[in-house]
Structure formats: C-alpha cells, structure tokens
Nanobody, 121 residues
Framework: QVHLVETGGGLVQPGGSLRLSCAAS????????MAWYRQELWKERELVAS???????NYTDSVKGRFTISRDNAKNTVYLQMNNLKPEDTAVYYC???????????????WGQGTQVTVSS
C-alpha cells in the first residue's frame, strides 16, 4: 500500500502565506515526479507546480514568483510554499506522485486526499 498525506491547508487572508506538505509512505521503491494540483468547485483540476527527482521545477503562470515547490527525497516529501496568496488561489490542493512500488517494474500515479486552501478577508 502507498499513501500520500497532505497537511498545511487552511484559511488565510489575501497577501498571506501557507506551506503545504505531502509525505508519501508505504512500499515505495522510487519516486519520479511529484506535483501539486488544485481544483476549484465546478472546475477541472489544474497543475500548479511539479518537480522531478533531479529537482527540475515547473509552475503554472499564475503562481510564478509567488509559489515555490521543493522536495526532500530522503523523506519522500514534497512541499509547496505559497506566498502573497490571492482569493483566486482558493481551491482544494492535491498532492501527486509518479512512483514505483517495491517489486514492481513500472511506475503508477498516486494522489493525496486533498487539503482545502481558502484565501479570504
């Protein structure tokens, strides 16, 4: 079994900051890409930021300069530091990992349960 558990969501005022964490646990052999997605009500899930095992990062345009993704490979954990938050950042944020389980030959997609981020005054 593999689990991705997100923490760090909550309510914050515009201009504030939050840090999301996502720890992957279970029978993991290796983790390729990790990422954060978000989904607003009635909208499709969108990619916010991604990071490869080698540390290459990618951001959607709307968060560039405000959000920073990072990972700790030793802890199988990915982080999303969110600064200067705006009301339009309000969404459920999901952690994603492309990983190989012990004894398996190919990687699979795994998702966390989601954490709510609300930006409001």
């Amino acid at each position: 079994q593999v689990h991705l558990v997100e923490t760090g969501g909550g309510l914050v005022q515009p201009g504030g900051s939050l840090r999301l964490s996502c720890a992957a646990s279970g029978t993991i052999s290796s983790i390729n890409a990790m990422a954060w997605y978000r989904q607003e009500l009635w909208k499709e899930r969108e990619l916010v930021a991604s990071i490869t095992s080698g540390g290459r990062v990618n951001y959607t345009d709307s968060v560039k300069g405000r959000f920073t993704i990072s990972r700790d490979n030793a802890k199988n954990t990915v982080y999303l530091q969110m600064n200067n938050l705006k009301p339009e950042d309000t969404a459920v944020y999901y952690c994603y990992a492309d990983l190989v389980r012990v004894g398996w030959l190919t990687s699979w997609d795994y998702w966390g349960q989601g954490t709510q981020v609300t930006v409001s005054s």
